[in-house]
Structures are given as C-alpha cells and as structure tokens.
C-alpha cells in the first residue's frame, strides 16, 4: 500500500517542471511550516502581454497545484509611468486567463511606511547615507565587472546628517534627481548590484494613484520587492532570469527584516517568454500605442493579453501553449507559429462554423424558381456533437467567392470553371453554363444549372464532384466588414535588430480592411463580443467591439493554416 503511494508520488514528481520540483522538495522537508505562498507582482505601468501570461501560469499554476495562495501584488513604487488604468486592465487579463487572487491583493505602497522606516534604521545603523551626486556621476563610479568601482565623497556623511537630509528629502525641501539614499555595501563586490545601490529617489511631480501627494521619496525595486514579499509571508517568489544577479541583494534586504531562524523568501527564476515577429517590452509596447502604430494596448495585432482576447484568441489556447514550451534556466525564442497552433486547436474545438463570402461575385442559377427559398441544415460544429445545426437560406442567386471561379484554369483546379460541376455546400451540385462581363472584361455574374436530385443529406445525393464552394443565397446576405490581421513585425527577432529602430520593422500590411463581405442571417444574429466562428474554407473569426447595429465588424483570428510556415520553407 505504501509502496503504491511512494510509486504515485514518483511518477507525479517527474512531470513537475523544475521550479514545480523545488516548491515540491521545500514542501517535503517541512520548509515555512508547510506554508506555499507565491505572487505575481506586475508593476502598473503598462498592460499584460503574453510574457506576464507564462509568469502569471506560473505563480498561480504552482500554488494551485500545490495547495498554496497566489497573492497579486501591484509593484507600484514609481508614480511616474504608473496609472489606475493599467491597474484595472491587469485585474481583468489575470481573471480572463483563468486565475483568481480572492481577497490577497496586496500593493508594494501598501508598505512604504515600513520602508520607510527600515530605511531609517539602516541610517541610523550606518548602513545607508545620502548621496548628492547626480545619476551620471553615480553610475560614473560604478566600475565595471572586472574593475572595483569609487566611493561616493558623500559616503562617509554621519547617520546624523543622512537622517537629517532624508528626512528633508521626504518633505520636499529638494528637487526631483537632487539626492538619492543609497546602501552602504561594498564599491568593490563582485556583484555589480551590491555597489551601493540606491534605495530611494525623489519623485515630486507625480503624485500616486494610491498614496497622492503624501510621500516624496519612493523606494527602488531592489529594496522594495524581497521586503513586500517578506511582509505578505511569500515563501518562493518566482520571477525571470534578469532578476538572478539581483538575488544576493533581495537576500540582503530581507534578511535585514527578518530575525535569526525566521522565515525567509525564497526567489527562483526561470526564462522569460520571448516570440519570434514580437517585441515585448513595454516601453517599446507604449511607444506603438501613444505614437499611434496601433489603435490602443488592445489593438489585436498586440501581444498583450487584452490584444489577443479582442482578437479571438481562447485562455485555453494561450495556457495550452505556455504548457506546451515550458519552463527552462535558458533564454529561448519561441516561435509565434506555436502559439497560433495552439490557438487553430482549441478554436477548431470551439467555433461555430458558419459562411461568410468574403470577395463575392453573383451566381445566378438558371433553372432554379425565381421566388422559391429552401433552407438547408448546416452543421454548427462537428468537433461537438452537442452543438446541433443550423438552417441557411438557398435561393436562386447566391455569392461565391471570386477566387472560387477561374475562367481558364490549371490542371489541378477542382473549383467552378466553364462547363465544371462543383457542390454548395450543404446544398446542390451545380454546374457552370456561362458568364457575365462588364465593358472592361470583367466578370460580373457566373449562370450556372443545378442538379435538383442531388441537396446533401438526401437519397441520391451520393454523386461526387471534387470541389465544394462556400455560398451565401444573395437576398438572404447581411453585409460586413473584416479585419484581416498579419504579423506586426516583419522581422523574425525585431528586438535583436542593432541596426534600425524597431519602428521601422513594423510590417506595413498588419491589418487589411475589407469591406461588402456577404455573411449568412444565422451568423448576422449571433455575432455578439466573444463569440467565435469559422468562415468555413477562410479562417476563424470573432466580432469585434467597433461593430454597430449597422455594421458588423469581424477580426480574423487566424486563417485555417499557417501561410508562414509554407513561405518560409
Ligand atoms: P518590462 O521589462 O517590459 O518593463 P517587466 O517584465 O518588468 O516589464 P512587470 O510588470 O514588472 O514587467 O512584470 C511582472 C512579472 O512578470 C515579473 O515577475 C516578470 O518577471 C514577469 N514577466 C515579465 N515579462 C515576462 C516574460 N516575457 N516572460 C515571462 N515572465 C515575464
Ligand atoms: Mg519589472
């Protein structure tokens, strides 16, 4: 029996990832009193993006796991770049994505009075002081990584005159960038960060979105975040790979805080999600937004969380996907096709399959009456039993798609051509008899005949013809608009590129508007925001928030398949 249970506990330890491995062990060994406490600590400048996707899987993943809580944690040490909007914007991406936080939510302002006074005690203690200088002749000082670098000539001030001028610093006595507090460590470490870092600024001209005007000094991240983690009683604080040279000083300053033999956080980092046609950061993010690139954090050509929900994306496609590269000690770049597999996978499980032509060209049949509609069964969904079917309007003129016809055509085209028979889908078997041109040549209409003893699902209807079109009966038709997406980028590691300003790499095709697309009443009357569909034979689509009553809008999530992948090989 024992044995069993070793056995189940074995086999279930080797599909853990290995920050999973270390919470699992740390929990085997009676660490924290048995406690699992992780958070996610976005800082409020900015919206998610499918980076803080993989941290959010993460930290909230493990704790679910496991048994442990996940506190939300607003990093929000700087009033300059931050705002209540992306507060709110976060709030929501974490609960699209799946995940609830329940009453821990938790800000690092929350903590700047005990900051406060820890930084006061470090002063008084000798190990802090106030330096004049300005930011250039601080990081001036800094050496290198194989060269020591000098002491401040303000380090050796008395805890006196530091308390005193910190103090004044907090009443606003002095200007933004006059003075910093900085650690007295060590201008010679190995560690770049433990040369003196600097434990607060001062910030004036913006007041916070929670504290307002009341302080003037703000902590930095360094001396901010193992403390906010120390004070909720975070065990593993699971951060990113950039964050491993910043471990030995967020050790420093929590031990600062916590007794002899008292609990202490622990901070494990594992790699950042980084996608090929993607840039990720959010200065870079902001940048596209406020200069007008994209139409806002949201635009679905974004890879923020809330781009990929406007666009159509699924959370279950975007967790399939952060499952499916995983979580590693090495910096990777992961292909964004991907994530689109993972997206065409679950919208193919999903989506209500419905017609939409989106480049129309009229198709009369002549022998079928003026005035007669049938309607025919189309099937909502064949990857769901459940999902039931669907009436669609047949009548004598129809749109099909322009592509769909050639009047000449290769060897291999299995479309309508003259004297060809294709099927309507869900219909007829119809065959082209001629075609209609304007002046210029171009077609206008294609006449065809159809053959009545064959509607689909019907006895006799078993004879094959190679091609099936996609229709919409043209009385029947309710006019759209799409948006055809692309890549926003056009090249493969726009943040690698030295060369131009990653401006300059945006792909100037990202988005085509295309307007007059024929869509089918059943799908008319369901587009409603969030609703998925697949335009059958053209891609999976959802509704976008622009549309009006008179104006149904649609993004194009994806197209059926990965066009990339066949240019680039
Ligand atoms: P930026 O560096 O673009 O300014 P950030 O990464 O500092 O943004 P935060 O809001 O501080 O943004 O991040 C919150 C959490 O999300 C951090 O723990 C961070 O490690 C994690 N995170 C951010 N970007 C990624 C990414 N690309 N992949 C995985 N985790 C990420
Ligand atoms: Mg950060």
């Not at 056995?7 to 080797?14: D, I, L, T």
């Not at 062990?25 to 409020?44: A, C, I, S, V, Y």
């Not at 103090?167 to 507090?181: C, H, I, K, S, T």
Request: hydrophobic share 35%; aromatic share 10%.
């Amino acid at each position: 029996m024992s044995e069993n249970i070793n056995n189940c506990e074995e086999s279930e330890k080797k599909g853990l990832n290995f920050v999973e491995q270390i919470v699992y062990n740390d929990l085997q060994e009676g660490k924290n009193g048995g406690r699992l406490n992780t958070r996610f600590p976005p800082e409020p400048n900015g919206y998610l993006h499918i980076g803080h996707a993989k941290a959010i899987c993460m930290d909230f993943g493990v704790a679910e796991k496991f048994g442990g809580t996940c506190n939300l944690r607003f990093d929000d040490t700087n009033p300059v770049k931050e705002d209540v909007e992306y507060v709110d914007a976060i709030r929501e991406d974490i609960h699209w994505l799946g995940f609830d936080w329940g009453d821990r939510e938790y800000y690092a302002s929350d903590y700047f009075p005990q900051l406060f006074d820890l930084a006061v005690r470090m002063i008084k203690e000798g190990k802090a002081y106030v330096d004049d200088q300005t930011s250039e002749q601080i990081a001036a000082q800094k050496g290198t990584p194989t060269q020591p670098g000098q002491n401040s000539p303000y380090r050796d001030r008395t805890p006196e005159e530091n308390l005193d001028l910190f103090m004044r610093m907090n009443a606003g006595e002095f200007p933004d960038g006059a003075r910093v507090l900085r650690a007295k460590i060590d201008m010679a470490s190995d560690n770049m960060h433990f040369r003196d870092p600097v434990m607060y600024r001062i910030i004036t001209k913006y007041p916070h979105h929670r504290t307002g005007t009341q302080w003037k000094v703000y902590p930095m991240y360094d001396f901010a975040h193992g403390q906010s983690d120390f004070f909720e009683g975070v065990t593993h604080s699971i951060c990113t790979l950039e964050f491993v040279p910043h471990r030995p000083l967020y050790e420093y300053f929590a031990k600062e805080l916590a007794g002899e033999g008292d609990y202490c956080p622990r901070q494990i980092e594992f790699n950042r999600l980084n996608l090929t046609y993607t840039v990720m950061s959010k200065r870079k993010l902001l940048q596209l937004v406020q200069e007008g690139h994209v139409a806002g954090w949201d635009d679905p050509r974004m890879p923020t969380i809330s781009g990929m929900r406007r666009r159509g994306y699924t959370p279950e496609s975007i967790r399939n996907f952060i499952d499916t590269i995983g979580y590693t000690k090495y910096e990777a770049l992961n292909s964004v096709s991907l994530l689109e597999h993972a997206v065409r996978n679950d919208l193919n499980r999903v989506a209500t399959r419905v017609m939409a032509v989106v480049n129309p060209v009229k198709l009369v049949i002549t022998n079928y009456p003026e005035d007669k509609v049938e309607q025919v069964c189309m099937e909502n969904n064949p990857e769901d039993p459940e999902s039931g079917v669907h009436q669609m309007p047949f009548s004598r003129e129809i749109y099909i798609e322009r592509d769909d016809f050639m009047e000449n055509p290769p060897k291999k085209f299995f479309r309508l051509a003259p004297g060809g028979e294709v099927r309507l889908k869900g219909a007829y078997i119809i065959k082209c008899e001629d075609t209609v041109k304007d002046a210029d040549g171009n077609i206008i209409e294609i006449r065809c005949t159809y053959d009545p003893d064959t509607l689909s699902g019907m006895p006799g209807s078993m004879r094959k013809v190679k091609g099936t079109l996609h229709w919409v009966s043209a009385q029947h038709a309710v006019d759209a608009t799409v948006r055809m997406y692309d890549r926003l980028f056009n090249v493969e590691n726009p943040a690698a590129e030295t060369e131009r300003d990653f401006r300059e790499l945006l792909n100037p095709d990202s988005m085509k508007v295309v307007e007059g697309v024929k869509i089918e009443p059943y799908l008319a009357e369901m587009a409603k925001e969030g609703a998925k569909f697949q335009f059958q034979r053209v891609g999976y689509f959802t509704p976008d928030k622009d549309s009006t009553d008179g104006n149904l809008i649609f993004n194009r999530t994806i197209a059926l398949k990965d066009t990339w992948e066949k240019i680039n090989k």
